[in-house]
C-alpha cells in the first residue's frame, strides 16, 4: 500500500506570503495527524483529524495556521502571512483507528525567510 | 503534564560497539511509549513500542529498549552498531493510553563511526 504522501518536500518562502501543505494519509485511514518539529525542538502535535472533522486543534499556534480535510481524505496546512518562526518540519500522520499504529510522511521542511 | 526527554542532541558510537539512546518520561499514569528513527529525507519510521508485559521490548532493525518505571526510562539499546544505524531517534510517549496524540523528545542524533 502506498504511504502518507506531503508535498512539497520544501518550501522556502518570504515573511509574509502564503503556504500551503498537503498530506495525503493511506487511503481507508481515517484519523490525520499534523506535527511540527522547530529546529533542534521537540515534535509537537498540531492537530488531528478523524475524517472531515477537527477532533482536536489544541497544539494550533495561532490563527494564522488553518487545517482543512475535504471529504475526509487530503489534507491541507495554510500558514498566513507566515513568520520566521513557522520554520521547520511539518509531518503528516495517520492511522486506521484507535489502537492502531501510526504512519507518517517523510514531511514538509518550511523555511521562512 | 507529559513530556519526554532525551538529554544527549548527538551519540557517536564506533560500528560493531554497542549502542544507547537514552530516553525518560513523565506521565500521569501508564504511559505508552514508543522509539521512532528518521532517516535522511524520510519520515518517521516506527521501530518499537512498550504497552505492558515485557520490560524488554524487541524491535525493528535488531533495536531493543528496556522500560524501568522505577527510572521512568526507556533507553534504546543495539548491541552492535552499523553505520547505516546513522540517523535521529526520537522517543514518544502517549498519554493517557487513550490519547489520540504523541508526546515526542527532542531527537538524539546518532552517528555510527566506521
Known amino acids: 500500500e502506498a504511504g502518507v504522501t506531503q508535498f512539497p518536500s520544501h518550501s522556502v518562502i518570504e515573511k509574509g506570503q502564503t503556504v500551503t501543505l498537503r498530506c495525503d494519509p493511506i487511503s481507508g485511514h481515517d484519523n490525520l495527524y499534523w506535527y511540527r518539529r522547530v529546529m533542534g525542538k521537540e515534535i509537537k502535535f498540531l492537530l488531528h483529524f478523524v475524517k472531515e472533522s477537527k477532533q482536536d486543534e489544541s497544539g494550533m499556534p495561532n490563527n494564522r495556521f488553518l487545517a482543512e480535510r475535504t471529504g475526509g481524505t487530503y489534507s491541507t496546512l495554510k500558514v498566513q502571512p507566515a513568520e520566521l518562526e513557522d520554520s521547520g518540519v511539518y509531518f503528516c500522520?495517520?492511522?486506521?483507528?484507535?489502537?492502531?499504529?501510526?504512519?507518517f510522511g517523510s514531511g514538509t521542511r518550511l523555511t521562512v525567510v | 503534564a507529559q513530556s519526554v526527554a532525551q538529554p544527549e542532541d548527538q551519540v557517536n558510537v564506533a560500528e560493531g560497539n554497542p549502542l544507547t539512546v537514552k530516553c525518560t518520561y513523565s506521565v500521569s499514569g501508564n504511559p505508552y511509549l514508543f522509539w521512532y528513527v528518521q532517516y535522511p529525507n524520510r519520515g518517521l519510521q516506527f521501530l518499537l513500542k512498550y504497552i505492558t508485559g515485557d520490560n524488554l521490548v524487541k524491535g525493528s532493525y535488531g533495536f531493543e529498549a528496556e522500560f524501568n518505571k522505577s527510572q521512568t526510562s526507556f533507553h534504546l539499546k543495539k548491541p552492535s552498531a552499523l553505520v547505516s544505524d546513522s540517523a535521529l531517534y526520537f522517543c514518544a510517549v502517549r498519554d493517557p493510553p487513550g490519547a489520540n496524540n504523541l508526546f515526542f523528545g527532542t531527537g538524539t542524533r546518532l552517528t555510527v563511526i566506521p
Open positions: 500522520a495517520s492511522r486506521s483507528g484507535i489502537g492502531n499504529g501510526y504512519t
